[in-house]
């Protein structure tokens, strides 16, 4: 969990930005994993909310991201939890 993720962005995030036409304004990225993509997104001036049920797994890029300034939130959130799902979609 201390260790960065890769920096390079999924094919997934690649095909949103080009669905978008750009870099959108907000990005919530339900089941971030280990952040990889949240990073990415938030390297490029978006506004990240990564969602995840570990969390700690993001810990180093949740680090990273506040020694760099960017907006960047890890949050847990359990997909299979009607109580998370709806404090977490509230």
Known sequence: PSALPDREPSPFAEWV???EGGTPA???DIGC???????WWAE????VVGLDY???GSDA????????????EIRS???LELRSMLSGSA
């Open 17 to 19: 930005r080009d669905k």
């Open 26 to 28: 907000t990005v919530v």
């Open 33 to 39: 994993g280990r952040g990889a993509d949240a990073l």
């Open 44 to 47: 490029q001036g978006t506004r």
């Open 54 to 56: 570990a969390t700690r």
């Open 61 to 72: 890029v949740a680090m990273l991201a506040a020694e760099k300034g960017l907006d960047l």
């Open 77 to 79: 959130f359990n997909l």
